[in-house]
């Protein structure tokens, strides 16, 4: 069976991409399953901020051609591997479509190595998120009940299936109640059945969480700094639907 690779994107910034996507390998490295997370928000990567680690290697040395992908990894903790970016490198930033793809197929030869692969996306409906959320198996669409973020969230699904003829998102719904989570997803799913007949199933409603922004902050994961915690609970279980 091939690894599955996640990409995980909104369109809107802010609305929890790197925090979610952190705490969920985490969670499935502690389950004993091996997770490779590569920041590609190219731009403004932060992955390794949020882990607070000082990466020794990352993409920009694969860029210039130093190292190849798999030598660019850095180990977080047993069973959880990075691929870190650099923020505010101009080669990563503004990367030519050529060398995105060579990232990318370079990525799919060392997901064998693991047994799922996540794609941190940056924010915005750019060329560069949208082949990443068409090279993943499948786009993890993060979106919070904020009108726009649920604009934003319909345009990626909406560019997904017009410009690559691609329909694989799927939604969670951050920062919100069951119940506000449930008539969000509604929205969203009306809208891509009615204009562009694109299914997007909710796989997750995450509550807004007081110890899940402490963790960020203090550069801690909430997975590992307050397990109890309501937003991990139901991580673990969107993790045991993806893997
Ligand atoms: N469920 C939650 N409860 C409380 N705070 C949250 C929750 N999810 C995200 N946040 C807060 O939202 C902020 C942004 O989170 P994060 O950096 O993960 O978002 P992002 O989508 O990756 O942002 P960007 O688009 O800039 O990459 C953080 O301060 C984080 O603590
Ligand atoms: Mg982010």
Redesign the pocket.
Same mark, same amino acid.
């Given at each position: 069976m091939t690894t599955p690779i996640y990409t995980v994107a909104?369109g809107?910034?802010?609305?929890?991409?790197?925090?979610?996507v +952190?705490n969920l390998c985490h969670i499935l490295a502690a389950e004993g399953k091996k997770v490779l997370l590569l920041d590609a928000?190219f731009g403004?990567a932060?992955a390794d901020v949020?882990l607070a680690l000082a990466p020794e290697v990352d993409l920009a040395q694969v860029i210039s051609g130093k190292i190849g992908l798999g030598k660019a990894v850095t180990t977080v903790t047993k069973n959880f591997d990075l691929i870190a970016g650099r923020s505010g490198n101009n080669e990563l930033a503004f990367m030519a479509g050529l060398e995105q793809q060579e990232i990318l197929t370079q990525l799919r030869a060392l997901s064998v190595n693991y047994d799922v692969v996540f794609l941190?996306a940056?924010?915005g409906l750019d060329a560069t998120t949208l082949a990443l959320c068409t090279a993943g198996d499948k786009t993890l669409l +993060?979106t919070t009940p904020d009108p726009s973020s649920i604009t934003d969230a319909y345009a990626v699904v909406k560019l997904l299936k017009q410009r690559q003829g691609v329909e694989n998102c799927a939604l969670v719904i951050?920062?919100a109640s069951k119940n506000e989570g449930a008539r969000v997803a509604e929205k969203v799913q009306a809208a891509c059945k009615n204009f562009l007949d694109v299914d997007v199933p909710l796989l997750a409603v995450?509550?807004?969480?007081?110890q899940?922004?402490m963790?960020?902050?203090l550069q801690s994961v909430a997975a590992v700094a307050f397990p109890a915690c309501d937003?991990v609970g139901d991580l673990k279980v969107l993790a045991g639907k993806l893997v």
């Open positions: 909104s809107k910034g802010g609305v929890g991409k790197t925090s979610l +952190i928000d403004l932060n949020q941190d940056a924010a +993060i951050n920062q995450l509550p807004a969480d007081k899940y922004a963790a960020v902050k937003v």
